[in-house]
Structures are given as C-alpha cells and as structure tokens.
C-alpha cells in the first residue's frame, strides 16, 4: 500500500469518528448540521383549560384552574377517570404518523416533576409515565426525536398555569429542598433516557423559569437557576460521576432575558451539547398586540438577526402562527383577553370573533396571514439559530394555535419547506 493509499485509509477512519455535534458525545441527531423542525404536544401529560378546555368543565368545580388544583378538588375515583381518558384519546400514535407525515423531526413533551416524585404537600395525581414511554416507541417507530421538557418544579419556578400551579410568583428558587428535588428528577430522566438517545435525544431541564418579577429582573431566581443548570448538566451529562458520559443534549431556557446575558455561560469549549431555547410571541403586551399583519411578519423576520448572535447553539422552542391572544383560557381558566379589551386593564384592538375557534369561522384573510407569518417565522428561526419547535399539535378549541388544524385548513404546508413565500424575509 502506497503512503497516500495509508494516509486516505487514516483519513476515513478518523472521519468515521467525527461526532454529529459539538464536542466528541455522539447525539442521536446531527444538531448542528440539521434544522430542528418540531411540534409541542402541549396539554397531554401537563394539563391546561386553554388546550382542553372539555377537561376542565367536566369537573364542574369552578375552582379547578391547573394541574394543582385538579388534584386538591377533584376526588380520587373522578380524577382518575377523567385523566385516563385524557391520557388514552388527546395523544395517539395517529399523531406520531401525522406528524412524521408533516415533515416534523421532534416533538417536544412536557412533563411535571410530579410524573416521578412529590412532597408531603403535593395533590397531584400520578399516571402519566406510561404514557410518556408509549411516546418513547410512537416516536422510534416514526423516526421522530423527542425533547422531554421540565415544564413544572415543586413549587412552581414561574407560577405559570403551564408549570402545574397558577399562583402569584414563582417560588422554586426560594427552598434549596425544591432545587435538590428537581436535580433528581434529572438524574431520574437520565438513567431512564441515557441508553435510547436515537430517540430522547433532548432533556430540558427546567422551561420558563421567571428571571423576571413584576417585569424587573429577578437576580435572586436567576442565580439560584444558573446554579441549577450546572448542578442539572453534571447530572445528565456525568450519571456516574465522571466514569462514563451520557450522550443527551441539555437544554436550558432563557428564562426571559436577552440571549446576550448568557454569554460565556457554559462555553462549549467547556459543557458539550447545550442548547439554548428562547420563546417567541407577540402578543402578550399592548404595543405588541396592536401591531399590524406586516410589522408582526417584519419583526419574525428581525428575529433572524438576533439569534444569530446568541453564545451558544439556539432554538425557538415556542411560537405560534397567530397574532392574538383571543384563545379561550389562554391567560387563564375564566380570565379575559387583551385582544378584545376583556383582559382588565388593556386597550382593546378588536373583536375576537373569527379569531379564534375553529378554522370555519376564519376568513381568508387570516389565513393567509398566518400562512405568511409561519414562514417568515420559521424562515427566520432557520436562518438565525438552529431551527424551532411550534406550540402546540392539538388544540380542541382554538384552531389558530394547532399545528393540525393549520395542515387540514392550508396555513401551514405539509412540507415544511414548500415555501409560498420563499423571499417573505428578503
């Protein structure tokens, strides 16, 4: 054999060993090298009134809100009764099949801390796990990646209706017994995942916690939260102190700030495999809800720009084709709209009729605005970071928000590439 027969032959095995993505771990998923192009399947295994509304008023307990309140009024035998049949029906491996057959590669699933453990205090009902492996082998059928999502902590880092337990604050980061209890939920998450990363090949480890109080920064959470991060990464990443390397990629959000506060946040010259995931709507402020259909699209369009500049690798993990908030639910079981001025303390815009409900009601108008606004949203999410994750796949009552719904009504393509509007963004 020639030198450069020997030399080509030592090339190709070391190309043989080149990983997917930063760093040597190998990922199920060449992140980095493939856009992420996802759904959420919001609702199923953390429960809301915006998502299913059905739920919520067939327990016929006005003070019933979240999953939280669920479990404190509800009596055992009819909670159970209503979650199983949630849990069979809202998510099916149809929807694996639809959604593998829409071009989509992730799905993202959130989860409580409550499918694994809870404290003396906690009513939650329990159930869900085996639901979440059945998505484990829906997903490895349909060769579909799934991102395990920590959507609710003990305590609640956000005190969001989609952390389990609307209330005033967050409060997680104000008991170190909290943080601890979520760091062994990722240790759990791990020694369950660690082995089948071809197809949970993401675990985030802590959504929308609030960096933010009464719209200020809140430091407190926030170094609290970074030393989570830390503390969460060394325990999926080292399962075994060190002796071995799961090959899982860590996601942490961004917990409302500027992309730019995390930098030189765990260089990746340092934490191999981190994503960043920051969320994106427009609507959850007056000046942003009385925006017109063109600035809405302009601004997707910018956001391209942005991401770019994020320290490490970045996804939008949620987003929507809509430009309102007029779902029902969606600020909160009984609560109003800021889009039609139902929202105490807004500017109303307009009226909600023909805006939220079912595609029928829509006119085409708006659904051509929202064929535009998702492409330039995921033109610019492609373009500026390392793809996105839609909210959410099924919705029972408010089309505008459903994945779904947006294939069977032509707002969004099944080919998630086959542009109508290929140069929307310049």
């Not at 409550?114 to 492996?133: A, I, S």
């Not at 949970?200 to 170094?223: C, D, H, T, W």
């Not at 639910?329 to 139902?342: E, I, K, N, P």
């Not at 033109?379 to 089309?399: C, F, I, L, P, R």
């Amino acid at each position: 054999m020639s030198s450069i027969s020997r030399l080509l032959v030592s090339l190709l095995a070391c190309l043989a060993l080149v990983p997917t993505i930063l760093g040597a771990l190998q990922y199920g998923f060449p992140y980095g090298e493939e856009k992420i192009r996802g759904v959420n399947l919001g609702g199923w295994l953390v429960l809301e009134s915006f998502t299913t509304p059905s739920l919520f008023d067939r327990t016929g307990d006005a003070r019933v809100v979240d999953e939280y309140t669920f479990g404190q009024y509800m009596p055992k035998l009819r909670a159970e009764e209503l979650l199983k049949e949630h849990w069979d029906t809202f998510i099916t491996e149809k929807d694996f099949e639809e959604i593998a057959a829409a071009g989509l590669n992730h799905v993202r699933i959130p989860i409580g801390h409550w499918m694994f453990e809870r404290g003396p205090d906690d009513p939650y009902y329990q159930g869900q796990l085996p639901y979440l492996l059945k998505a484990v082998e829906w997903a490895r059928k349909y060769n579909i990646h799934i991102i395990v999502a920590l959507y609710g902590a003990p305590s609640s880092q956000n005190g969001f209706i989609n952390s389990g337990h609307f209330r005033d604050a967050a409060y997680w980061h104000k008991n170190q017994t909290n943080v601890d209890r979520t760091v062994n939920v990722m240790k759990t998450l791990t020694a369950m995942f660690e082995d089948q990363t071809d197809v949970v090949s993401i675990i985030q480890v802590m959504n929308e916690a609030a960096g933010f109080r009464k719209a200020i920064l809140n430091p407190e959470l926030l170094e609290v939260l970074k030393k989570y991060y830390y503390d969460s990464y060394d325990a999926i990443r080292n399962p075994l102190g060190g002796k071995k390397k799961s090959n899982l990629v860590v996601m942490i959000h961004d917990a409302f700030q500027h992309l730019s506060y995390w930098n030189n946040f765990m260089p990746n010259n340092t934490y191999e495999g981190v994503i960043m995931d920051t969320h994106i709507y427009q609507m959850f402020n007056d000046h942003d809800a009385h925006m017109t259909y063109d600035e809405h699209i302009q601004r997707a369009c910018t956001n391209a720009t942005i991401m770019s500049k994020s320290p490490m690798m970045t996804i939008i993990g949620e987003w929507t084709a809509t430009n309102n908030d007029c779902g029902p639910h969606l600020l909160g079981r009984f609560v109003g709209q800021r889009y039609d001025g139902t929202l105490p303390g807004t500017n109303r815009v307009g009226s909600c009729i023909g805006r939220t409900g079912k595609a029928s009601t829509f006119s085409e108008d708006y659904k051509e605005f929202m064929r535009r606004y998702w492409e330039a949203q995921t033109q610019s999410y492609e373009k500026g970071g390392e793809g996105w994750v839609m909210w959410t796949w099924k919705m029972e009552n408010a089309d505008e928000w459903s994945y779904k719904a947006g294939l069977e009504n032509g707002w969004i393509p099944q080919d998630p590439t086959d542009y109508k509007y290929p140069n929307i963004c310049g």
